[in-house]
């Protein structure tokens, strides 16, 4: 079971930070990843967590964006910095091995 949260409306330029409870399955065991699915557009990976702590990004968010978890919590974060109109979408979390279904997301406007 997963519920994101955090999103909302931004102006460019403008940061966010996402969170994503998990229940059921440990963070600290699990890859993570963020998620996200534009207006007509699939989804797509955006950032990801391993258990060495090593972290991937989507070259379109790479330097901006950055994945974290709190283990004592069972949460996922991803801080969001330098907002721009094109990351506009609903932005899930999700395992990256052995996804569970997919929560609602949180929606994410970048408008002036």
């Known amino acids: 079971h997963l519920v994101e949260s955090g999103g909302g409306l931004v102006q460019p330029g403008g940061s966010l930070r996402l969170s994503c409870v998990v229940a059921?399955?440990?963070?600290?065991?699990?890859?993570m990843g963020w998620y996200r699915q534009a207006p007509g557009k699939q989804r797509e990976m955006v950032a990801r967590?391993?258990?060495?702590?090593?972290?991937t990004y989507a070259d379109s968010v790479k330097g901006r964006f950055t994945i974290s978890t709190d283990n004592a919590k069972n949460t996922v974060y991803l801080q969001m910095n330098s907002l721009q109109p094109e990351d506009t979408a609903v932005y899930y979390c999700?395992?990256?091995?052995?996804?569970?279904?997919w929560g609602q997301g949180t929606q994410v406007t970048v408008s002036s």
């Open positions: 059921g399955r440990a963070v600290a065991f699990n890859a």
């Open positions: 999700n395992f990256v091995q052995g996804p569970d279904a």
């Open positions: 967590i391993f258990l060495s702590g090593k972290t």
